[in-house]
């Protein structure tokens, strides 16, 4: 499987956000990717209240811009398309869901993923967030299948509760994917270390698209959208910028390593 993590620098404007995930859906595409991974926020990155009036149903019937514009993608360039992260009407207007959908070539939703675990931290640098005071947690964990392949989904904070994880492999994903807006200041010591430690533990391939630079309200994002596969190499990296790294899973190679390696074999819970 071909598989591309797109990088972005989104802002408030949706739809100049969505006109550059239509340029790098593309271009991933003409490279040969079958599944494009877009970041969390994708459409997005804001003041809460707007991002309260951008949320939209993901029943199908009536599809906002938002998804409207990942099924057009996916159709025309023939992919399928995680959205990383997005907001989805909840029953509380106040504080929608933050949703990764899978989109199949044909525009249709495949799975949608509810992010569960939150990010209310205070962070060294003296940030604070607390997501939870505009976002309703999700509550359960979500695998689908893409080009017959177990795919699991996750966002962003996830990245911290492997439990989450090993849930996902039990459940038989063998590529998971973590879009992220990660913390400048968290991602420079963390990032790279719990995403290949994810992929080892679970020896899974991990696609981590990612946002990178500065968006509105001062927030800053590492960037560094990166593909790790079973043993715990990162295969691909962004660099700067926007852009993708692309690169091919090999699941026979995925097999080896869980056959001279079982460590999931051996687990006693």
Known sequence: MRVAV?????????AANMRRVQHWVAQAAASGAQLVALPENFAFMGEEAQKR????????????????????????????????????????VARPYNTSIVVDPRGSIAAKYRKVHLFDVSLPDGTLYRESAATSAGSEPVTTEVLGVGLGLSVCYDVRFPELYRRLVHEGARVI??????????????WHVLLRARAIENQVYVLAPAQHGKHPRGRLTYGKSLIVDPWGEIIAQCSEGEGFASATLDFDYQDRVRTALPSLLHRKW
């Open 6 to 14: 797109v990088q972005l620098n989104v802002q408030d404007d949706v």
């Open 177 to 190: 994917t973590v879009p992220a807006a990660f913390a400048l200041t968290t991602g420079k010591d963390h």
């Open 53 to 92: 009036e951008l949320a939209e149903r993901l029943d199908g019937a009536f599809p906002g811009p938002i998804l409207g514009g990942l099924a057009e993608n996916a159709a025309k360039y023939g992919v399928w398309i995680v959205g990383g992260g997005m907001p989805e009407a909840s029953g509380d």
